[in-house]
């Protein structure tokens, strides 16, 4: 399997794998360098470090061959998994639901806005349907389980009024994690002129009180770090 990170930290395992599906303009990932590695020695890693969690993450994990041989064998070993995915192979997901704590999915426009989807994703206007319906179906699937949605505030795309827009998709889910873009080369690649984290903290604030409306948790994440909402519903 291609892996650009493989890492422990306060008891949790991250792979991040190599390859996805989606060219997302602004992905730091689609380019970093990788190796390879084989479930067998993932599978030792995870039981040298003593770690409970794995995290399951890339740039996209659903398109790697081996994934469900490897998310059955972190099962028979006892760890809660969570898989992070773009959406675009439900049937991926429903395969491994079985087998994990949950799931991260990442939306990245209200679901009607092809012009928008299509710039974000990097994909011909005339395949955003199919993302589109992939994505909502692994919605519906992921949903039968613990979920974060982790949603990218790019201005223009999905802040302000436009955010409102997505709130019905949220509900049903665990978590929302609501993430400044930062504009870094480390984590954001700038992107239509943004040089500069946005939007502000306090937006985030702000949209992190809507999404409180319709989940139990929001949590935001940008430059002042970390910060977890408990919404009370
Ligand atoms: S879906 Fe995620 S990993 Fe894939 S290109 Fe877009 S930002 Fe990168």
Known sequence: MRLINLSENNGEVRLE?????????????????FEEY????????????????????????????????????????????????DGM????????????????????????????????????????????????KSLELAKNKWLRIWIRLIPGYVTGKRFEKVIPLLEGASEVLLYQFLSNPDFDLPFKDYSDPVPSWNEMEELASIACHVVPTVVIIGENGKKSIHCGN
């Open 17 to 33: 794998f190599f390859g996805c599906n989606l060219k997302c303009p602004y992905c730091v990932h689609i380019t970093q360098p």
């Open 89 to 136: 192979k439900p049937e991926v997901l429903e395969l491994a639901m079985p087998y994990v704590k949950g799931f991260v999915l990442e939306l990245k426009a209200p679901m009607d806005d092809t012009a928008s989807l299509a710039e974000l994703t990097g994909m011909p206007e005339d395949r955003v349907d199919k993302y589109v319906a992939n994505l909502s």
């Open 38 to 85: 084989s479930i067998d020695q993932i599978i030792d890693f995870v039981r040298d470090s003593d770690a409970q969690k794995v995290f399951l993450g890339g740039a996209e994990p659903t398109i790697q061959k081996d994934l469900m041989s490897l998310i059955e064998e972190l099962d028979r070993l006892g760890v809660e998994t969570l898989l992070k995915s």
